[in-house]
């Protein structure tokens, strides 16, 4: 069974995801031990005292550029096997790329190598997306190395996008068609062939 850290800085959707995918049974080779945000008060947070699983809140504007380094201390501290990116917001870089090198993984709501990179998060991409006139678009799961959103390649689904969509509509199909689902069982697959 490997112990997966979940690393969030907003509402937890994903979270969420995973969570419920534990419970039944859909992520079966790993137990989620650790929920790890780079902001106080978001609703992940709570999402994770829900489930009884313990959090820590490690900020920029505590430890500046020794963020990431804190959070490798962290995780290793709790034994951490494989890190999941749901809805973490900040650039992940340094010896914690390094020691968790394939170990990694993103969900990232486009079809990469469309409307990624530095600057495209939350729904900056389904604008984008929208602002483009792409008539489908999706979600990916990649692992996670010093390029943004340049990592391998996991899992990917399509989505379409529908007449009258506006930014916040498409995100949530997105999420519901692609993100939930994805996820977890790409979690499950990185777990399971560890
Ligand atoms: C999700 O749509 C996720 O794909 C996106 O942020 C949202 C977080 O929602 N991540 C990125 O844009 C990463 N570049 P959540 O907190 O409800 O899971």
Redesign the pocket.
Known sequence: MKKIGVL????????QALIDAEKSGIIKSGKIVTVVSNKEGVY?LQRAKNAGIESAVITRKEHGAALCDKILEYLKEKQVDVVV?????AILEGKLLEEYKDRII????SLIPSF?GDG???LK?HEAALEKGVKVTG?TVHFVNEIT?GGKIIMQKAVYIEDGDTPEIL?KR??EQA?WEILPLAVEKVCSEL
């Open positions: 969030v800085s907003g509402g937890g959707t994903n979270l992940a990116l749901a809805g973490f917001l993103n969900i990232h709501p990624c495209f998060y939350g991409v979600a959103d995100q997105v999420m993100e």
